[in-house]
């Protein structure tokens, strides 16, 4: 067994000096400072206690540090995760309450095991399965949404959870008349002066100047008395452990939140992963082993009272500019996070809310992606569309529906275009040797005899019945003084028994149309099948050429190819190309 491959920390662990240290102390020590009003925040927007979001930076962060492949990714909690947390279990419990949080460790827990499933089947693959569009329409959605969550800490007065989006931005409007300045004031001033030191030096710690500040400010004015709702009191101390509440219905319960989760978590996760892998090159990502540790975390991170962590854009790209080299980086940060935990709870007690708003706010504006709904107007139609649609289902229905909505259309695109593959009709480019599609190149000519088709896709049996149709199509339009349709096999990289089924009934077609058939530039693979069964000799060795313009050379000049002599040397050229 190659404890290694299951153990990264390994495998730069021998290797590890003190320039690595130093630039992984910097950046753990960054990250942390991040962290710490970010958990909180991130907390907040649950429906969790701020506590637990600090216990979501604790043990995830220390074991995907261990087991991790990735060198760069911060985890922890999310602003994403956490709305769909909120989404889901708020709907069968009172955000804060305890039963709410037992339902949200439980769904930690969950989620935690269905990850850790996921890599011992080796399924990591499956998280390309939700497109970039889709994800991009998701959570552009989810930033307004949380946005708009965060109104009522903007604002200082309370907007009904029950309320969807449209109701509860009509609520506020309304309402605007209950609007608490201080609180307002607080919220406003933590945006500015953090947007201000970000754009100064992006590792000055703004988020934690605005949290000291804020604490600061209420502390000495007593602006808690006057309105201004804060965090009270935290627990001191390391999460004791806990069992989360099992139970057959409990589970039921959680397991559409359960689900949106994983799939969110996943695909932003291994994202960010890859992203960071690629500005790298003394490491590769292992998608199933960054499961295997996301899960682990998931799992630890539940029976210590941790609120379901991921992959974080921000911090992840927090550490990678710090200088993280391995996962040292992320060992340090949860080491000063339970320092925390342990000695710094209490000067939490006057952070106004506001300002984890403001934290909030800031943080997911990069979510919202309007430039890529700008590239792929210009560039992919389709693409643009299944974001446009995502990003309504999302913003209308509910963050589950959005989705599920995604997933599923995903998929149903994936089967679309499989079903559906790009076929090109072949011209010749004047006075060369080279056939290109006639619809992009208005100068190449066609036989009027003569068909010549490129099917650009694997032919199997998701397509077999489209290869069959579209060439049926091309001899009802060409019917009357069509002689020969050429198959240009070239970007046939594989073929089932289907897709062999659907060229041996096309052969009996087109011959019962008195239509012959070329086939050219055949693939190893499809060669070998076409060996295994007698398609050769149905098809006949003539009628196989190496690629196009010997098959309309050979059709232009049969005359000439009567010559036995050069017959023989075209024949011994197919014969070398399907052996």
């Known amino acids: 067994m190659n404890f290694k491959q299951f153990l990264p920390i390994l495998q730069w662990l021998p290797s590890y000096n003190k320039t690595y240290f130093r630039s992984d102390l910097l950046a753990g020590l960054t990250v942390a400072v991040l962290l710490v009003p970010q958990g909180m925040a991130y907390a907040l927007l649950a429906g969790m206690p701020p506590i637990y979001g600090l216990y979501g930076g604790l043990l995830p962060l220390f074991l995907f540090g261990i087991l991790g492949t990735s060198q760069q990714m911060s985890i922890g909690p999310v602003a994403v995760s956490a709305l769909l947390v909120l989404a889901g279990i708020s709907q069968i419990a009172e955000p804060f309450s305890p039963e709410y949080i037992s339902y949200v460790l439980l769904t930690g827990l969950l989620i935690g095991f269905f990850q850790v499933l996921l890599s011992i089947l080796r399924l990591g693959f499956l998280v390309n399965f939700l497109s970039h569009p889709i994800l991009a329409g998701f959570t552009s959605a989810a930033a307004i949404i949380i946005a708009v969550s965060q109104l009522p800490a903007v604002l200082g007065f309370p907007v009904p959870r029950e309320l969807n989006l449209i109701n509860k931005l009509q609520y506020v409007f309304s309402n605007i008349g209950q609007i608490h300045l201080p609180t307002f004031f607080f919220c406003i001033s933590g945006i500015i002066l953090i947007s201000i030191l970000k754009k100064i030096n992006k590792t000055i710690p703004g988020a934690l100047i605005a949290v000291v500040l804020g604490i600061l400010i209420v502390r000495f004015l007593k602006l808690d008395q006057q309105g201004v709702a804060i965090v009270g009191g935290v627990p001191q101390g390391l999460p004791l452990f806990q069992l989360p509440s099992w139970g057959i219905e409990n589970i039921k319960l959680v397991m559409p939140t359960v689900l949106t989760v994983t799939i969110i978590g996943i695909v932003e996760s291994i994202g960010i992963a890859k992203v960071l892998e690629s500005k790298h090159n003394y490491y590769k990502i292992d998608a199933n082993q960054e499961l295997l540790a996301l899960g682990l975390g998931k799992i630890a991170g539940a029976f210590f009272q941790a609120i379901p962590s991921s992959g974080s854009f921000s911090r992840s790209a927090v550490n990678n500019e710090a200088g993280a080299r391995t996962g040292m980086s992320s060992i340090i940060t949860a080491i000063i996070i339970a320092f925390s935990l342990l000695f710094l709870t209490k000067l939490f007690y006057?952070?106004?809310?506001?300002?984890?708003?403001?934290?909030?706010?800031?943080?997911?504006?990069?979510?919202?992606?309007?430039?890529?709904?700008?590239?792929?107007?210009?560039?992919?139609?389709?693409?643009?569309?299944?974001?446009?649609?995502?990003?309504?289902?999302?913003?209308?229905?509910?963050?589950?529906?959005?989705?599920?909505?995604?997933?599923?259309?995903?998929?149903?695109?994936?089967?679309?275009?499989?079903?559906?593959?790009?076929?090109?009709?072949?011209?010749?480019?004047?006075?060369?040797?080279?056939?290109?599609?006639?619809?992009?190149?208005?100068?190449?000519?066609?036989?009027?005899?003569?068909?010549?088709?490129?099917?650009?896709?694997?032919?199997?049996?998701?397509?077999?019945?489209?290869?069959?149709?579209?060439?049926e199509e091309i001899v009802k339009d060409r019917k009357d003084n069509l002689e020969l349709l050429i198959l240009s096999a070239y970007s046939i990289t594989n073929m089932d028994s289907s897709g062999l089924h659907a060229l041996e009934e096309s052969l009996a077609f087109l011959k019962n149309n008195n239509i012959e058939f070329y086939i050219t530039g055949v693939r190893g693979p499809v060669r070998d099948l076409f060996h295994k069964s007698d398609f050769i000799d149905k098809l006949g060795k003539e009628n196989q050429f190496m690629d196009v313009h010997q098959a309309v050379e050979y059709h232009r000049n049969k005359e000439k190819f009567k010559n036995r002599k050069f017959k023989n040397v075209l024949q011994n050229n197919v014969d070398n190309e399907f052996i």
Do not use: C
């Open 350 to 471: 006057y952070l106004p809310n506001a300002i984890l708003a403001a934290i909030i706010l800031l943080s997911v504006k990069g979510l919202f992606d309007y430039k890529e709904a700008i590239h792929l107007w210009h560039t992919h139609t389709g693409d643009f569309i299944m974001m446009v649609f995502t990003f309504f289902a999302t913003l209308i229905m509910d963050i589950e529906f959005g989705v599920i909505a995604g997933v599923v259309l995903s998929i149903l695109m994936i089967l679309f275009r499989i079903a559906s593959p790009h076929i090109a009709i072949l011209g010749q480019i004047p006075e060369t040797r080279f056939y290109r599609n006639v619809s992009r190149f208005p100068n190449a000519e066609q036989m009027e005899d003569v068909i010549i088709m490129r099917f650009d896709a694997q032919l199997f049996f998701g397509n077999a019945q489209y290869f069959k149709d579209t060439i």
